[in-house]
């Protein structure tokens, strides 16, 4: 009883200070997840902070001469971008009208960002090393959009602070020691952030799907880019040890959702 009586004040405690918000309208792809916030986290304080840095990475990439160094394929992505940035009114209007942006940094790392508020920064290895079509670049921004659309980052951050509550309250409450403090981080870990994380990856995939889609780009490139990036990243720890999906998980639930978003690709290429 005691045990019982202390979690449901530990889940209480946690849910103060925190909304239900539902960021996005779900799509034809049908994206519904109710999202909890920490309230005193503005979406505006996101995005400013979210700002900051983003500079910051530029400013520190100029000084390395860097910075948009490669202007044909700067050039492919700010065009790509704006077929993609005016699809986001179907799922949130008020996105079309953030301070967006696409910059480039010469780098061989596989990857690519937008940050909360629509700051898009992709790194040169990313399309060289998997030799990427614009159909597939279509796929990684659309993706990368969604989270930002979803305001995962405000999420991840609200999600930070409940943890660090939690497992700090949860110690005292169950009389853990230390090493049981330690397992109350390892299930926190493990139970809590990773697998909404990964919940946060499959939302952007089918958005970042359709909005390919309604911009006239080819649906079954993801499956093809996904299949690259498997090939690319052997090695790397399991599903479900991982904020990411495993690269087949993710390729099945694509091939299952292209059907729904067909019709929107093909009506964009008449």
Same mark, same amino acid.
């Given at each position: 009883?005691?045990?019982?009586?202390?979690?449901?004040?530990?889940?209480?405690?946690?849910?103060?200070?925190?909304?239900?918000?539902?960021?996005?309208?779900?799509?034809?792809?049908?994206?519904?997840?109710?999202?909890?916030?920490?309230?005193?986290?503005?979406?505006?304080?996101?995005?400013?902070?979210?700002?900051? &840095?983003? $500079?910051?990475?530029?400013?520190?990439?100029?000084?390395?001469?860097?910075?948009?160094?490669?202007?044909?394929?700067?050039?492919?992505?700010?065009?790509?971008?704006?077929?993609?940035?005016?699809?986001?009114?179907?799922?949130?209007?008020?996105?079309?009208?953030?301070?967006?942006?696409?910059?480039?940094?010469?780098?061989? +790392?596989?990857?690519?960002?937008?940050?909360?508020?629509?700051?898009?920064? %992709?790194?040169?290895?990313?399309?060289?090393?998997?030799?990427?079509?614009?159909?597939?670049?279509?796929?990684?921004?659309?993706?990368?959009?969604?989270?930002?659309?979803?305001?995962?980052?405000?999420?991840?951050?609200?999600?930070?602070?409940?943890?660090?509550?939690?497992?700090?309250?949860?110690?005292?409450?169950?009389?853990?020691?230390?090493?049981?403090? +330690?397992?109350?981080?390892?299930?926190?870990?493990?139970?809590?952030?990773?697998?909404?994380?990964?919940?946060?990856?499959?939302?952007?995939?089918?958005?970042?799907?359709?909005? $390919?889609?309604?911009?006239?780009?080819?649906?079954?490139?993801?499956? &093809?880019?996904?299949?690259?990036?498997?090939?690319?990243?052997?090695?790397?720890?399991?599903? %479900?040890l991982s904020t990411h999906p495993s690269s087949s998980g993710r390729i099945q639930n694509l091939q299952a959702t292209i059907p729904r978003v067909q019709p929107l690709y093909e009506a964009a290429?008449?």
């Amino acid at each position: 009883m005691r045990l019982l009586a202390s979690a449901t004040l530990l889940c209480s405690l946690l849910l103060v200070g925190c909304e239900t918000v539902q960021t996005t309208q779900g799509g034809a792809v049908g994206v519904q997840r109710q999202q909890f916030m920490f309230s005193a986290l503005s979406s505006a304080e996101v995005d400013r902070m979210a700002a900051e &840095s983003y $500079a910051k990475m530029l400013e520190e990439a100029r000084a390395k001469k860097v910075l948009n160094t490669d202007a044909a394929m700067l050039k492919r992505l700010r065009r790509i971008a704006d077929d993609l940035i005016p699809q986001v009114v179907h799922f949130r209007p008020d996105a079309v009208n953030w301070a967006w942006e696409v910059n480039l940094i010469k780098n061989d +790392q596989l990857n690519a960002s937008c940050m909360p508020g629509g700051k898009i920064l %992709f790194y040169t290895g990313i399309v060289e090393k998997l030799k990427l079509t614009d159909d597939e670049i279509a796929q990684i921004m659309g993706h990368e959009i969604a989270h930002a659309l979803r305001e995962h980052g405000r999420e991840a951050i609200s999600r930070a602070y409940t943890t660090q509550l939690g497992t700090s309250v949860a110690g005292a409450l169950l009389g853990l020691g230390e090493g049981g403090k +330690q397992m109350a981080d390892m299930a926190v870990q493990y139970g809590l952030n990773l697998p909404n994380s990964r919940a946060n990856e499959t939302e952007a995939d089918l958005i970042g799907l359709e909005l $390919a889609a309604r911009a006239g780009y080819n649906p079954q490139a993801a499956v &093809s880019l996904w299949q690259k990036m498997g090939s690319a990243s052997q090695g790397q720890p399991p599903a %479900f040890l991982s904020t990411h999906p495993s690269s087949s998980g993710r390729i099945q639930n694509l091939q299952a959702t292209i059907p729904r978003v067909q019709p929107l690709y093909e009506a964009a290429r008449r």
